[in-house]
């Protein structure tokens, strides 16, 4: 161990979010220790004397930033000035603070978005910066390669020990179900859903579901930064993910059987598939002492229970 959780103040930023609440569930296995929270409504982390100020007061010794904008590809599509700024924003601030007041360790939580489009899969953590990023959505790419950066430039000029970890593709309890900014797997659960409830024969999936994708469930994604924050001192971003990947096509049905609809799956042609492939090297993870435990029908099954059980919320009503 490299850093012991037990006895610190801990700060997740973003803890309303799918990973901030996975981390604070995680966090509590590791008593004793006080677990720090901040709604956006009492501090907006796209205001740098803000954020500055709460850190001040709340004199946390670790910190988890997974707070972020995100969305899908139309979001990104949509909203680009967005998602760079308030992403910017957000990494820079606390990042800055967090060594202004202190913070022993802090880890910073990216994207596997931010590697080239055409990067040789498995993905290594060297391939970042190597090739052009996929179009639609870099601009939340950059501004996480931004907060790697700025992580090992405080490390490298101060000897910070902030760290960055890269997840893949998440999914799970409290993922966001509106239909205009939800990532694949909880567009598909709610789509499914939706044509189940209607007696529809089908639904449609963007592309020709060719592409292949990676997913981890956030509750393995939590575990995994907390076995991190512990165990890993170094300038180089980890990558976190599963180690396999399959079609979207493959996907679409596997969540159409977990729902229980029996219609067709059709293919919207006109809108665009995204990276071909997106399969991220698991071996500096492993090779760390971590592997997930949560497979994908089991992870499936569980966010569809969780849709269930918060539709009103999950829809954005």
Request: some cysteine; overall charge negative.
């Amino acid at each position: 161990m490299t850093y012991q959780l037990a006895n610190k103040r801990i700060w997740v930023a973003g803890h309303r979010g799918m990973v901030g609440s996975a981390l604070l569930r995680r966090l509590e296995r590791e008593q004793p220790a006080e677990l720090l929270t901040v709604t956006r409504q009492e501090v907006d982390l796209i205001d740098p004397a803000a954020t500055r100020r709460w850190l001040e007061r709340a004199q946390p010794d670790a910190v988890f930033v997974p707070a972020a904008k995100v969305g899908g590809i139309l979001a990104n599509d949509t909203y680009p000035a967005d998602f760079l700024y308030d992403n910017l924003m957000i990494a820079a601030n606390c990042i800055h603070a967090a060594h202004a007041v202190g913070v022993e360790k802090l880890l910073f939580l990216g994207s596997s978005c931010i590697y080239p489009k055409f990067a040789e899969q498995p993905i290594t953590e060297s391939a970042l910066l190597t090739g052009a990023l996929e179009p639609t959505n870099e601009w939340y790419a950059i501004a996480k390669i931004a907060g790697i950066k700025l992580c090992q430039a405080y490390r490298k000029q101060h000897g910070a020990d902030f760290i960055s970890a890269m997840p893949t593709n998440l999914y799970g309890p409290g993922d966001n179900y509106d239909l205009k900014a939800s990532h694949v797997i909880p567009a598909l659960i709610r789509k499914a859903h939706d044509a189940k409830q209607a007696g529809a024969d089908s639904i449609e999936i963007w592309g020709t579901g060719e592409p292949r994708r990676e997913f981890l469930h956030a509750d393995d994604c939590a575990d995994a930064l907390v076995h991190l924050m512990k165990v890993y001192s170094g300038a180089e971003h980890v990558n976190v993910g599963s180690g396999e990947d399959l079609p979207i096509r493959d996907l679409a049905k596997m969540v159409m059987d977990v729902v229980g609809f029996e219609g067709a799956l059709t293919h919207d042609l006109s809108k665009p598939d995204g990276t071909p492939r997106k399969l991220m090297s698991a071996d500096k993870l492993r090779s760390l002492g971590w592997s997930p435990s949560i497979s994908l029908e089991a992870g499936l099954k569980d966010a569809y229970a969780w849709f269930l059980d918060h539709q009103n919320d999950a829809r954005g009503l």
